[in-house]
């Protein structure tokens, strides 16, 4: 199922958001990534029991997707304990693409997949997210 969730929500999620992998993001480039949503944004939402087998997949199968991305256990774990369902959105700008989990009423970033521009723009304590 799709949502339209505001550009406005989808900023104070990010903004707030107490996920490590969010967190080791630079502020230039969440503003740019900001700037770069539209006014209304579809996000998927469904059961997370349904996105574990396919994310686990990926990060077994495909080495560039896992080794060029942070935050992969944070976002098991989050797969792992979340009791709603969840959005998934992706977002990106500067280089930087974000695979953002949301509870379900879109208003937190529960986990996030982060792919900087390169291996040399990873910040300090990503690969331990």
């Not at 992998?21 to 006014?39: G, M």
């Not at 369902?85 to 953002?100: D, N, S, T």
Request: charged share 30%; hydrophobic share 40%; with cysteine.
């Amino acid at each position: 199922m799709m949502v339209e969730v505001s550009r406005e929500r989808i900023e104070g999620a990010l903004r707030a958001s107490s996920c490590e992998a969010v967190k080791k993001v630079p502020r230039e480039a969440l503003d740019l990534i900001v700037d770069s949503l539209e006014q209304a944004i579809p996000v998927g939402m469904g059961p997370a029991a349904k996105l574990t087998p396919t994310y686990r997949h990926r990060y077994e199968s495909i080495k560039e997707f896992r080794e060029e991305s942070f935050g992969w256990r944070g976002f098991f774990d989050a797969l792992t304990e979340a009791k709603e369902p969840v959005g998934l959105l992706a977002v990106r700008g500067g280089g930087w693409r974000m695979i953002l989990l949301m509870n379900e009423s879109s208003d937190s970033v529960i986990a996030s997949l982060v792919r900087p521009p390169s291996r040399a723009d990873w910040p300090e304590g990503a690969g331990a997210t």
